[in-house]
């Protein structure tokens, strides 16, 4: 290909087109951008085919459920009013990574698609570190196979509605059913040896008969040492309440137990994914500006082609101020965009500032290296929290709003000045803390010896208690799950003060 | 990298997922399609529907913050005029301020959930369990539209039909059989031949050549490329394909006194009982007929919207209908349905040829027939039956196939309709005319 000989023209594409932009595009990714990705599998998908991924969460394998049914409907329907484009792409996690394009979608935006998709999400999705933690991407397609397979036996045998029931009850818990820490590994008889005989060791070391004669409260230290023991076993407090329902509810059958594991495993599939949606479509929305930048300059692009990516490319990135009518929070392709392009011109052409606030990074002439290892280590909150510059948030203008809900007026607490910078970022940051975002909610007692009433807390945070409605609904779900009632309190976090206590709610009437 | 084309693999993947949901939403779509069918216009009820039903049900809770309340702290964009320590008054609806990221992943909290049924589900909604009475008397009719259906091959038949591949197949395999030379094998001797010929050198194996040729093109001759043997026909046997029809009769009074509103009550009830034969039958015949003091068989037009003027006499309905049957619906063909809609007016001295005829012409040629009385909205009933009632009173029986019913207002329509057709329908309490329809 010479370098002034565009590499298609006109809107139509077609496979040797396609095949043809991809080698251009790998060129430049692995060669000037150094990504490392998955190999690439691109399928092309109609309109239809498009809604029908929407539907199932963007996985080509799912399992049947009403809730998907009504997501298509949904979706259809504003799809069909106009209301609402698709998307160009959807793109999964899987090995080889599968990136849906759609038919309709001319050539220059097949273009960005695959650079956007096809490399961008790529990369991230092998590199980044969470995603190497938590899901694996050789095998999700398989298990997805697996998991739809088995729900249909289940429906087969045990009929739809049966089903029907534990998954609607293990998808109300889906967001509360990750384990946000890799768990602890149970010992082994070796290990808890080794650790008794420690535990004697130091006992006798620490041996003193003085203690004996210490006076204790009798009953009381019994109950706690049985609350404790009780904990234990359970494993409680445990906020991963799928995952505790699915080990300890006493009624549940084999194929119940197997249902909300596959529920589980999804969700914890996704769980990266919602911690990164901002790094995750930055470096995408990068590296396809980049690379559809770095063919125009080739020559490989034609000026027309890349008017029509720029449009597009803009609408995506367009961040409307708090005050527009279409604003409805932040972009995460706008935030993640602009964060790593401005990464790229600390690199590249850093100011005084720059160097003061980023020293290690500032005109280090390695703006993809940079780039790379923060794509590797960051989550969103610690991308923000690491790399948003002053510049940055001069250039947004993002001011941070103090809220109380019993005053009649909203304070503003930090703006985009000297002052302000470390606030902003901090709040910024914060807003994209999952561990924030979500309800800390957690299993911590179970009355084994009366009624077995199952008894959840919430640890409010800053006085922001559940929605009731919603919650007394999902308490019903975890009441179907575990066979007897649940009772709900909403704790302040710090001080342990209850804050509110929810009615009982016991199973709703069994099929 | 591959690349795939998956556009053709087979649509409607989440068709499961949309039956599970209609399944699960069934009880509110009901009563929305129901509730539909009462407010629009019936011609529009067979097309597909937009409706909304109640998200109770369909919800997909999960815990989440309450949208209000508590300390929040927010970081949003475009600071224009705002510096520390300002205050913001709150907009009056507590919801302008926010984050945006909070609040349900659908979008949807109280609101109805609006979508679009296809004109199949509506209609199997809308009609769902009514059935048609009596269908043991349906006929079975063979139209000349049969249906060619492959039934192997055969060695005679039109040449539109000749089955290139199975002839082939035996031309090649009797070729093959019968050792026929190959036109290659010809070419190469006839080759070597001339190559003889022209060097002159082995005059011997040249004429033995020339024979082995000669002898090979009259085997060639003998065993045809295509024997008249080998070909094969695609054999159709054309299999009558059993076509069930039904015809309905709209009889209508178009006298004075049957008002606009009366009409468009009958009208509703005509179009519901064609949809639903449309439904059960392939092919469904409408004969309209009017009377005053006459009847005549006319288009759907002048049926429900030219007026007349002139008495009532319903016997000529009737007898225009048995017209009408007798020339073109003969009862061993078609499943004949009458509907009859009145203000329950006649002639007094004509009541006792309309039992006749009824009794002994029509009933007994119908599957059906239904016999829908139309009163005015805002009268309220007299205490006493219509004269057209008390003499088709006479004639109704517990296992007969003639059906009553009183409508009102339009809402009485659609309870009616699936009285009369519902299949677990108490057939005492049904065939006994009962006062209005629900």
């Given at each position: 290909m010479s370098e002034h000989q565009p590499l298609f023209s006109g809107a139509d594409w077609d496979f040797e087109k396609v095949q043809r932009v991809y080698g251009a595009i790998e060129e430049i990714a692995k060669g000037e951008l150094g990504l490392v990705t998955y190999p690439n599998q691109i399928e092309v998908i109609t309109a239809e085919q498009m809604l029908d991924a929407y539907s199932s969460i963007g996985m080509p394998l799912m399992y049947k459920h009403w809730s998907f049914g009504k997501h298509f409907a949904r979706d259809?329907?504003?799809?069909?009013?106009?209301?609402?484009?698709?998307?160009?792409?959807?793109?999964?996690?899987?090995?080889?990574?599968?990136?849906?394009?759609?038919?309709?979608?001319?050539?220059?935006?097949?273009?960005?698609?695959?650079?956007h998709a096809a490399f961008g999400h790529n990369h991230f999705f092998k590199n980044n570190g969470l995603f190497k933690q938590w899901t694996d991407a050789k095998g999700i397609l398989d298990y997805m196979e697996f998991a739809k397979g088995y729900i249909a036996h289940c429906e087969e045998r045990h009929g739809h509605q049966a089903v029907e029931r534990v998954l609607d009850a293990a998808h109300a818990l889906m967001s509360h059913g990750v384990h946000k820490y890799p768990r602890k590994r149970t010992p082994d008889l070796a290990d808890e040896e080794r650790r008794a005989s420690e535990r004697r060791a130091y006992q006798e070391k620490m041996f003193n008969d003085l203690w004996r004669t210490v006076p204790k409260g009798p009953t009381s230290r019994k109950g706690s040492e049985e609350l404790a023991e009780r904990k234990r076993r359970l494993g409680l407090p445990e906020e991963n309440l799928l995952y505790f329902l699915e080990k300890m509810a006493p009624k549940l059958a084999p194929w119940q137990r197997e249902i909300i594991r596959i529920v589980r495993k999804i969700s914890q599939y996704f769980y990266p994914q919602k911690q990164t949606k901002m790094m995750n479509e930055g470096c995408a929305t990068f590296v396809h500006y980049t690379i559809v930048n770095r063919l125009h300059e080739m020559g490989k692009l034609s000026d027309g082609a890349m008017l029509e990516i720029l449009h597009s490319h803009t609408s995506v990135v367009f961040q409307p101020d708090f005050d527009d009518r279409r604003y409805s929070g932040i972009n995460p392709y706008a935030l993640g965009f602009a964060m790593m392009q401005d990464i790229r011109r600390m690199c590249e052409n850093p100011t005084a500032e720059d160097r003061t606030w980023f020293p290690e990074i500032a005109g280090n002439g390695d703006p993809f290296g940079t780039l790379r290892q923060a794509w590797a280590d960051y989550r969103d909150e610690s991308f923000v929290l690491q790399f948003l510059s002053p510049a940055l948030i001069r250039k947004l203008k993002l001011f941070k709003i103090h809220d109380v809900s019993a005053k009649p007026e909203m304070d503003v607490a930090a703006i985009h000045n000297e002052r302000g910078y470390r606030e902003v970022r901090k709040a910024l940051a914060q807003s994209y803390d999952i561990a924030h975002l979500e309800p800390d909610i957690q299993i911590v007692d179970v009355d084994l010896a009366g009624d077995r009433r199952l008894i959840v807390h919430h640890l409010v945070e800053k006085g922001q208690l559940l929605d009731e409605a919603e919650a007394t609904r999902v308490l019903r779900h975890v009441a179907n799950l575990w066979g007897y009632e649940v009772r709900l309190l909403e704790i302040e976090a710090e001080t342990e003060v209850v804050l509110k206590t929810h009615e009982d709610v016991g199973p709703s009437a069994s099929l | 990298?591959?690349?795939?084309?998956?556009?053709?693999?087979?649509?409607?993947?989440?068709?499961?997922?949309?039956?599970?949901?209609?399944?699960?939403?069934?009880?509110?779509?009901?009563?929305?399609?129901?509730?539909?069918?009462?407010?629009?216009?019936?011609?529009?009820?067979?097309?597909?529907?937009?409706?909304?039903?109640?998200?109770?049900?369909?919800?997909?809770?999960?815990?989440?913050?309450?949208?209000?309340?508590?300390?929040?702290?927010?970081?949003?964009?475009?600071?224009?005029?705002?510096?520390?320590?300002?205050?913001?008054?709150?907009?009056?609806?507590?919801?302008?301020?926010?984050?945006?990221?909070?609040?349900?992943?659908?979008?949807?909290?109280?609101?109805?959930?609006?979508?679009?049924?296809?004109?199949?589900?509506?209609?199997?909604?809308?009609?769902?369990?009514?059935?048609?009475?009596?269908?043991?008397?349906?006929?079975?009719?063979?139209?000349?539209?049969?249906?060619?259906?492959?039934?192997?091959?055969?060695?005679?038949?039109?040449?539109?039909?000749?089955?290139?591949?199975?002839?082939?197949?035996?031309?090649?395999?009797?070729?093959?059989?019968?050792?026929?030379?190959?036109?290659?094998?010809?070419?190469?001797?006839?080759?070597?031949?001339?190559?003889?010929?022209?060097?002159?050198?082995?005059?011997?194996?040249?004429?033995?050549?020339?024979?082995?040729?000669?002898?090979?093109?009259?085997?060639?001759?003998?065993?045809?490329?295509?024997?008249?043997?080998?070909?094969?026909?695609?054999?159709?046997?054309?299999?009558?394909?059993?076509?069930?029809?039904?015809?309905?009769?709209?009889?209508?009074?178009?006298?004075?006194?049957?008002?606009?509103?009366?009409?468009?009550?009958?009208?509703?009830?005509?179009?519901?009982?064609?949809?639903?034969?449309?439904?059960?039958?392939?092919?469904?015949?409408?004969?309209?007929?009017?009377?005053?003091?006459?009847?005549?068989?006319?288009?759907?037009?002048?049926?429900?919207?030219?007026?007349?003027?002139?008495?009532?006499?319903?016997?000529?309905?009737?007898?225009?209908?048995?017209?009408?049957?007798?020339?073109?619906?003969?009862?061993?063909?078609?499943?004949?349905?009458?509907?009859?809609?009145?203000?329950?007016?006649?002639?007094?001295?004509?009541?006792?040829?309309?039992?006749?005829?009824?009794?002994?012409?029509?009933?007994?040629?119908?599957?059906?027939?239904?016999?829908?009385?139309?009163?005015?909205?805002?009268?309220?009933?007299?205490?006493?039956?219509?004269?057209?009632?008390?003499?088709?009173?006479?004639?109704?029986?517990?296992?007969?196939?003639?059906?009553?019913?009183?409508?009102?207002?339009?809402?009485?329509?659609?309870?009616?309709?699936?009285?009369?057709?519902?299949?677990?329908?108490?057939?005492?309490?049904?065939?006994?005319?009962?006062?209005e329809g629900i």
């Open positions: 259809e329907s504003l799809y069909r009013k106009g209301m609402r484009g698709l998307a160009y792409e959807i793109v999964i996690n899987s090995s080889p990574c599968i990136s849906y394009i759609m038919e309709e979608n001319s050539m220059p935006m097949q273009t960005l698609v695959i650079a | 990298m591959n690349i795939i084309d998956r556009r053709l693999n087979p649509s409607g993947k989440s068709l499961a997922n949309r039956q599970r949901f209609l399944r699960r939403a069934r009880a509110q779509i009901v009563k929305a399609v129901r509730d539909a069918s009462g407010s629009r216009s019936i011609l529009d009820i067979g097309n597909g529907e937009k409706i909304s039903i109640p998200a109770d049900g369909l919800r997909e809770p999960s815990f989440r913050r309450a949208s209000q309340g508590g300390i929040r702290d927010y970081v949003v964009p475009g600071n224009k005029e705002y510096v520390e320590g300002d205050h913001i008054k709150k907009p009056e609806k507590e919801d302008g301020g926010e984050g945006g990221s909070e609040g349900s992943p659908d979008g949807e909290g109280q609101d109805d959930f609006a979508f679009v049924l296809s004109r199949e589900e509506f209609l199997d909604i809308f009609l769902d369990d009514l059935e048609l009475p009596d269908l043991v008397k349906k006929k079975m009719k063979q139209t000349e539209s049969s249906v060619p259906s492959r039934a192997g091959y055969s060695v005679t038949g039109s040449p539109a039909n000749l089955n290139i591949v199975r002839t082939m197949r035996n031309s090649l395999s009797r070729r093959i059989a019968l050792k026929r030379p190959k036109p290659a094998d010809l070419a190469l001797l006839e080759e070597e031949i001339r190559a003889l010929d022209e060097s002159g050198d082995d005059p011997e194996r040249l004429s033995a050549l020339r024979l082995e040729f000669d002898r090979l093109v009259a085997r060639s001759r003998r065993v045809p490329y295509i024997d008249p043997l080998d070909v094969r026909y695609s054999r159709f046997e054309h299999v009558p394909r059993p076509v069930t029809q039904a015809v309905m009769f709209c009889l209508m009074d178009v006298s004075g006194s049957m008002t606009e509103h009366m009409k468009d009550l009958a009208k509703r009830f005509f179009m519901l009982l064609y949809l639903f034969l449309s439904r059960r039958y392939r092919q469904v015949d409408v004969v309209f007929i009017r009377h005053t003091h006459e009847a005549e068989e006319v288009d759907e037009e002048t049926f429900f919207y030219s007026t007349e003027t002139g008495g009532t006499v319903v016997s000529t309905a009737l007898a225009e209908m048995k017209r009408v049957i007798d020339e073109r619906y003969p009862p061993a063909d078609w499943n004949i349905y009458g509907a009859q809609a009145s203000d329950g007016d006649n002639t007094s001295s004509d009541n006792p040829r309309t039992v006749g005829l009824l009794e002994d012409m029509i009933l007994p040629a119908c599957q059906y027939f239904a016999y829908v009385e139309v009163g005015a909205e805002y009268k309220d009933w007299l205490g006493r039956d219509s004269d057209l009632w008390r003499t088709y009173k006479q004639v109704l029986k517990p296992e007969g196939n003639l059906a009553m019913r009183r409508v009102r207002v339009r809402s009485q329509i659609f309870p009616v309709f699936r009285d009369l057709f519902s299949k677990e329908r108490n057939d005492n309490a049904t065939w006994a005319a009962g006062g």
